[in-house]
């Protein structure tokens, strides 16, 4: 299994980027896809889930109204949009997959977890 995360950079605060993750070696529909972040010295933490089929979405109260996050089973990809931008956004962000949503309440539920994708925000 492979989750390649992309898009990652250096924006203003205010910005906006996107993130897409690519996945490949497993039933992308048979999963719930997400994203977490790590900034440094802090622990990871979930920004992100939505379900099998899209239709549901889940976001940390810290990004709520700032990120969207949707996915493509037809391309085996999830996306996150990321709007205003703040520093404390600085962080690496990973994809993930769980079989649930549950699996995004820590990270430890995570079956798999993709490379990690480096996002700088400036004040």
């Known amino acids: 299994v492979q989750l390649q995360a992309s898009g990652g950079g250096l924006v203003q605060a205010g910005g906006s980027l996107s993130l897409s993750c690519a996945a490949s070696?497993?039933?992308?529909?048979?999963?719930?896809m997400g994203w977490f972040r790590q900034a440094p010295g802090k622990e990871r933490e979930f920004v992100a889930a939505?379900?099998?089929?899209?239709?549901?979405?889940y976001y940390a109260d810290s990004v709520k109204g700032r990120f969207s996050i949707s996915r493509n089973n037809a391309k085996n990809a999830v996306y996150l949009q990321m709007n205003s931008l703040k520093p404390d956004d600085t962080a690496v962000y990973y994809c993930?997959?769980?079989?649930?949503?549950?699996?995004?309440?820590?990270?430890?539920?995570?079956?798999?977890w993709g490379t990690g994708t480096l996002v700088t925000v400036s004040s």
């Open positions: 070696g497993l039933t992308f529909n048979g999963y719930f």
């Open positions: 939505v379900s099998w089929g899209g239709g549901s979405t």
């Open positions: 993930a997959a769980g079989l649930t949503g549950s699996a995004f309440k820590d990270h430890y539920g995570i079956s798999y």
